[in-house]
């Protein structure tokens, strides 16, 4: 063993030593960034769609706090980029999102990239995704990277999506969002989420705005966006057999029942499901095996093949 008194240490510096020594063979085996990359993108994502004004961030946020799992808004991180003056690609985002349409694929992945970097993520069982993919070519982009494992896709009538966008309002000074919309439209009951002060200041004392991209105008270009490019991520999600659909007709009330919907859905998917019959060889076997076994990049066929040899 090493003799602290031969070296001249004190048992002190003797065990300061050990563990600088023991802490630089632990960095030895440090993730490098590709590998981190992969690591974090192995993590099964929750992807969460729907119109501009139907729910899906404030049920992301909630969705988070119940599951642990961090949340991800584009939007929110959009327009915090595009508040910065000093940002070059705050300001093109900035010009792109006051007009109402969508961010380009490229800058969208690099925003992607660099949120999934952040610290709360190593740990996490997974992530929700608020707001991305936005275009079938962005989801294609993300299969490519990440295992989704269920896309929630929640829709309201266009006159509720107009009246809820129209009533929303944010605090100046600590950006919490409100609605001022009082919703009571047939089935539809959606009362007003107000600060306890009032309607027209928030608890801490900010002022209530109105966002850019909520003026009527602008709400009209996202949601005729929304339906060109964004719509269509419900069928290449449905044909991926992961997509479930959910109308939010009481709003918040309604939570409870959404987050039991939506882990009965998950617990569904990721059942072992029973390959019925194939035939990798001249003897057409059959064997029923749980596609849980199989290996990555491995076919039914390859999986009866290693199983019989």
Not at 55 to 70: A, E, F, I, R, V
Not at 83 to 88: F, G, L, Q, Y
Not at 201 to 208: A, E, F, Q, R, T
Not at 296 to 303: C, G, I
């Amino acid at each position: 063993g090493i003799n602290a008194e031969y070296m001249g240490l004190s048992k002190k510096e003797m065990v300061s030593l050990l563990c600088n020594l023991l802490f630089g063979a632990f960095n030895c085996t440090k993730l490098t960034c590709a590998e981190k990359k992969q690591q974090i993108y192995q993590k099964t994502m929750i992807i969460l769609l729907g119109a501009p004004g139907v729910g899906k961030g404030t049920y992301g946020k909630l969705l988070s706090q119940d599951w642990n799992m961090p949340v991800f808004s584009t939007g929110d991180y959009l327009r915090s980029l595009a508040k910065d003056p000093n940002s070059e690609i705050g300001q093109r985002v900035k010009k792109i999102m006051d007009s109402g349409a969508l961010v380009d694929d490229k800058t969208m992945m690099d925003v992607i990239d660099n949120r999934l970097f952040k610290d709360d993520l190593p740990d996490a069982k997974g992530i929700i995704l608020d707001g991305f993919p936005r275009t079938v070519s962005q989801a294609d982009l993300l299969d490519k990277r990440a295992k989704v494992g269920a896309a929630v896709n929640f829709y309201l009538r266009d006159d509720v999506l107009m009246q809820k966008l129209c009533g929303r309002r944010e605090c100046d000074k600590c950006k919490k969002a409100y609605n001022v919309a009082d919703v009571k439209t047939g089935d539809y009951v959606m009362p007003p989420l107000l600060p306890k002060s009032g309607s027209t200041k928030c608890d801490c004392g900010g002022p209530l705005m109105l966002r850019d991209d909520d003026k009527p105008a602008v709400i009209q270009n996202r949601l005729k966006v929304y339906y060109e490019k964004t719509a269509p991520l419900e069928e290449y999600y449905k044909k991926k057999g992961v997509l479930m659909s959910y109308e939010p007709k009481k709003g918040l009330t309604e939570y409870p029942t959404i987050k039991q919907r939506i882990d009965e859905f998950i617990k569904e998917l990721k059942a072992p499901k029973k390959i019925q019959s194939f035939s990798p060889n001249k003897f057409n076997i059959l064997i029923p095996v749980s596609y849980t076994h199989l290996r990555a990049h491995e076919t039914e066929a390859d999986l009866v093949c290693r199983l019989l040899l």
